[in-house]
């Protein structure tokens, strides 16, 4: 058979059914657990102005804008990320709020790069973030809320780690070899590719600096005393909240963006068998850079995308459990189908599907005419907890437990408050 003439671009997915229902579920997960934790949900444009991202991103990301001239003559870009944005609005309203400001957003980013295991050039994203607040204890707020999103997936112990840093302690490096203040974006993009980058190539790109990889790799292996000034209250933090265990102090973790100013980290699969899972840190003068110098405003963050948590999820067994059974759980087409039983009654049937509609009770039909045993077949395709069977006996009607094959009777009269109620109950036997 010949292949379709148009498919989705390279990087960009399409969501079957199944799809958005897994979608979903992320989506549903994150939310959650960001609102137990006292956050409130925001949104910005996807379509930004490009000069909001060249402004103080960073290593690779100025190469990997989706970027275009729009109808008006502006210079657009489809955001890579969502934090430049965020600082943009806070920067705007933040003497509406009070401070600390505690927001999260879900939504999609666009970047330009190869696609591969983990990361396409669309992708939904996680993000979560704390402004106006310096000290370290939101900075431990935020990892314990990347811990309890991974554990509220099915994680347990021993599948995953967060792998703290201080990228202060890498700026007080390159300083004291010699590296200018101009230079040490460059710098710290090597480091930041340093365990994915072939060993020749960073050795060439760091001798460009008088630095050889044995120097790199020892003031990781062993950090000075005052590597990190802030893991000490974070350790101490996350130990308190019985999350301590989680983490490990790793120098080797800098992240890639140039605003990052502080402690920064990355949630990783125990086996580090695919990049990172979510990843932030402290960007204390982001805000301020945004506007000019008009506010200022410290703040740190993560995000997590939608590829690599979704495909750990598969790949670790007691997290897929969760995942399929919430799928199990929320895969109902709808609570109820209506099986025309007589086509006498059909406008009767239709007047009933509406009032259950209107009620809040997810209801279908069959749009055609069709023989029972077919609308059957429709109710358990639409994997339906009940069909509601509406023949010559009406008002009296017939509501099948499709799981059990049983039969209750129940009349047109009363069927909303009967079906409110029996919804809440298991699909055996009718409750007394």
């Given amino acids: ?6 498919q989705s671009l390279p990087g960009f997915r399409d969501f079957t059914p199944r799809e958005c229902a897994v979608r979903n579920y992320l989506f549903e997960t994150w939310r959650n657990v960001a609102r137990r934790h006292g956050y409130v949900e925001y949104e910005t444009p996807i379509l930004e102005d490009t000069g909001l991202y060249l402004k103080k991103s960073g290593g690779e990301l100025s190469s990997q804008l989706f970027r275009f001239e729009d109808q008006g003559g502006r210079d657009v870009t489809l ?4 934090t430049a944005s965020l600082a943009r609005l806070a920067a705007q309203h933040q003497r509406d709020f009070p401070k600390p400001l505690k927001w999260f957003e879900i939504g999609q980013c666009f970047r330009y790069e190869k696609p591969q295991k983990g990361r396409g050039r669309e992708f939904h994203q996680f993000n979560v973030d704390i402004l106006g607040e310096a000290g370290p204890a939101a900075d431990a707020e935020l990892i314990a809320l990347s811990i309890a999103t991974m554990l509220a997936f099915g994680f347990t112990a021993g599948d995953f780690m967060v792998r703290v840093s201080d990228r202060q302690a890498w700026i007080d490096f390159a300083k004291a070899h010699g590296i ?3 230079q040490t974006a460059e710098f710290l993009g090597i480091i930041d590719k340093l365990e994915r980058e072939k060993p020749e190539i960073t050795a060439e790109k760091l001798a460009a600096f008088s630095l050889t990889t044995g120097q790199v790799r020892e003031f990781i292996a062993n950090p000075p005393a005052d590597a990190s000034p802030a893991y000490a209250a ?3 933090d996350l130990t308190a909240r019985g999350y301590g265990g989680f983490i490990k102090l790793d120098l080797s973790i800098v992240r890639g963006l140039a605003y990052y100013t502080g402690v920064v980290f990355e949630v990783f699969d125990a086996r580090q068998s695919m990049r990172a899972v979510a990843g932030g840190g402290r960007y204390d003068t982001l805000v301020s850079t945004i506007s000019d110098g008009a506010t200022d ?4 963050g993560f995000a997590m995308g939608d590829y690599v948590i979704r495909n750990l999820i598969e790949e670790t067994a007691h997290a897929n459990m969760e995942l399929e059974v919430w799928l199990r759980r929320n895969a109902a087409l709808c609570d109820v189908f209506v099986v025309v039983a007589d086509d006498e009654r059909r406008d ?6 509406t009032r259950l509609r209107n009620a809040g009770i997810s209801t279908d039909f069959p749009l055609a005419r069709a023989k029972v045993a077919k609308q059957f077949q429709s109710a358990e395709r639409a994997r339906a907890r ?3 069977v509406v023949g010559s006996e009406f008002p009296e009607l017939k509501l099948k437990v499709l799981s059990s094959r049983t039969e209750e009777p129940c009349h047109a009269e009363t069927i909303t408050d009967f079906l409110t109620i029996r919804l809440t109950q298991p699909d055996g036997p009718l409750l007394a």
């Fill in 1 to 6: 058979m010949a292949e379709p003439t148009f």
């Fill in 79 to 82: 955001r890579p990320e969502v």
């Fill in 180 to 182: 200018a203040d101009d």
């Fill in 234 to 236: 974070i350790a101490a």
């Fill in 297 to 300: 405003l410290p703040a740190t």
């Fill in 348 to 353: 009767d049937a239709l007047a009933l599907a």
């Fill in 386 to 388: 009940f069909a509601l």
